[in-house]
């Protein structure tokens, strides 16, 4: 998709400009973690070094919180181009467009220093085993040798609220869409607004199903279990079915991919 992307000419809009950022954090998401666990299904050794799990971890927590930023982003681009189409490219200039991007990355690294930050400042003299298949925020948290009340409130807060506003520009963005789209004479040019939002809102269902159920519940032996399942879906399926869903359902990628 990223090469498509950028060496087709007709591609060239800020829409497919958005997506080739999203295809690279799916990239990113898988590669941090899937060569790990594959190494630990084929061979006998299933440690992880403390520095390894710590880049894992910070590696993981930038790429989902640039996941819900981009995906927010990619919801106000398409209420730019149904609710304002003549001056979309005015609107969705490629100089705000990198900035969207930068600020999305800037964001992102930032949260996950700090949530890091706080997780790797306890005092780990205890149990060394992760009861996960991937260094992720609660499962080592589990481990730490002190009260971790605090540290769970913030991870749990900066979820929240990261989700919480993203999901709020999401909607808003989708409320004014469905509103022009309804005022729309033409059946033709409302399936076409309709289309272009489908595959969008997919991956939206998708990932926030996933990272919601993950993040934003109180800590439980159960759940813990149960996260182990969940995750493999927003780290390694989603990130698998995303291009899958952005080129089967897009006239413009399938041309450009019968163009090549």
């Known amino acids: 998709m990223i090469t498509l992307i950028h060496t087709d000419p007709q591609l060239h809009t800020p829409m497919y400009f958005f997506l ?18 594959l190494e630990s299904f084929l061979t006998s050794g299933q440690s992880i070094s403390f520095a390894g799990c710590v880049v894992q971890m910070a590696l993981m927590t930038l790429n989902g919180t640039a996941k819900c930023l981009l995906l927010a982003t990619m919801a106000y681009d398409r209420f730019a181009a149904i609710c304002h189409p003549l001056l979309y490219h ?29 997780i790797f400042k306890l005092p780990y003299c205890g149990p060394n085993i992760i009861n996960h298949y991937f260094c992720d925020l609660p499962t080592v948290l589990q481990l730490a040798y002190a009260d971790t009340a605090e540290v769970e409130f913030i991870i749990f807060s900066s979820s929240a609220t990261i989700i919480l506003f993203t999901i709020t520009i999401i909607l808003v963005s989708y409320a004014y869409m469905l509103v022009t789209i309804c005022r729309m004479h033409s059946l033709k ?35 813990m279990e149960q996260n182990k399942v969940v995750s493999v879906f927003y780290t390694v399926v989603i990130p698998m079915l995303d291009p899958l869903i952005y080129s089967l359902r897009n006239k413009d990628v399938k041309a450009a991919l019968k163009r090549r």
């Open 20 to 37: 080739s950022v999203l295809s690279f954090i799916d990239s990113s998401f898988s590669t941090v973690n899937t060569p790990r666990l």
């Open 189 to 223: 040019a409302q399936s076409k607004a309709l289309s272009t939002c489908a595959s969008h809102l997919t991956v939206i269902c998708l990932f926030y199903g996933t990272i919601t159920f993950t993040y934003t519940q109180p800590r439980s032996p159960s759940s």
């Open 90 to 118: 005015t609107i969705m200039s490629q100089s705000l467009c990198v900035q969207l991007v930068a600020a999305t990355y800037t964001a992102s690294a930032a949260i996950s220093a700090l949530l890091t930050g706080y």
